[in-house]
């Protein structure tokens, strides 16, 4: 006591009762016997998931909070896993993840969005014609991908309506992979390139990707849909992403989107993808912006000497100005 008055500890705090029932806990169960699955689609807040082969519908247990759970994301489940009609499990854990892919909005939106979780490879996929190629679309794409640590692949599609030259030119000095379709031709490049992976499909709308998820797993039963004439175009289809087996691996197809905006990637994290001219980089001033008139910027000085590529520099500062520009039309 001093002066009179003793400290209060934690042996003073009253608990009033709630109906007579014993103070709320936060210890959680732990749910040992928790059985392991797969999301493969969600929907309005039930999550379709893959247990041991079968599959099973589950909501989101009270305990997991707001934390959102999303295509691709590695479960713990617990209640009815017989996967029988009416029937409802319960997603009690939530794996930690290997990757994600994110989005904002716009590049202005604080608010990150997930796409999916535990993918390994980005395929971009984009039109030659009917709609017309959007390269900054592509660009914001590529600088998604490095940023989440996924493999880019460009995939071009509707060879049959234009020649992919001019375009495979733009990204050629990234050395990115990429495949080559057309509506009717053969799949094989493709198919290679996606067996045995996770792959995440992301185009925007009207480029056929939804088409080509229908020639390659022929059970996908995905929507597809036209180009608006009066627009240029594509009208969304798909509106839910979903994951789908595939030789050894998924195919994770997702809706069309109109914009792949990307407040969350610093320019840092944009100049980390390129492994070649990030040592340059780092000789650069602080706060360099690495575009072309910035002065002291290091890669300018490379190129002069020919050590660095000066289309890999290119690419990179295309994709800097894209993280950047708000006009993705051109």
Sequence with gaps: MKGGR?????????????????????????????RGGFVTAVDRGRYRCLVEGRPVVAMKARELGRGSIVVGDRVALVGDLSGLPDTLARVVRVEERASVLRRTADDTDPVERVIVANADQLAIVCSLAD??????????CLVAAFDSGLDPLLCLTKADLAEPGDLLSTYGGLRVPHVVTSRTGDLS???GR????????????GVGKSTLVNRLVPDAERSVGDVNPVTGRGRHTSTSAVA??????????????RSFGLAHVSPGDVVAGFPDLDEAAAECPPGCPHTEDA????????VARGRLDSDRVASLRRLLSSRD?????H
Excluded: N, Q
């Design 6 to 34: 003793r400290d209060l500890d934690e042996d003073d705090v009253r608990v009033r009762p709630r109906g007579g029932s014993r103070p709320r806990t936060r210890i959680r169960p732990k749910h040992e016997d928790a």
């Design 131 to 140: 709609p017309e190629p959007r390269p900054r679309f592509v660009d914001r």
């Design 189 to 191: 490049a493709l198919h």
């Design 194 to 205: 996606l067996a045995g992976r996770t792959s995440v499909l992301v185009g925007y709308s």
């Design 244 to 257: 789908l087996p595939f030789e050894d691996g998924w195919i994770i197809d997702t809706p069309g989107v």
């Design 295 to 302: 002065p002291g910027c290091a890669l300018d000085a490379e």
């Design 325 to 329: 520009a708000e006009d993705e039309r």
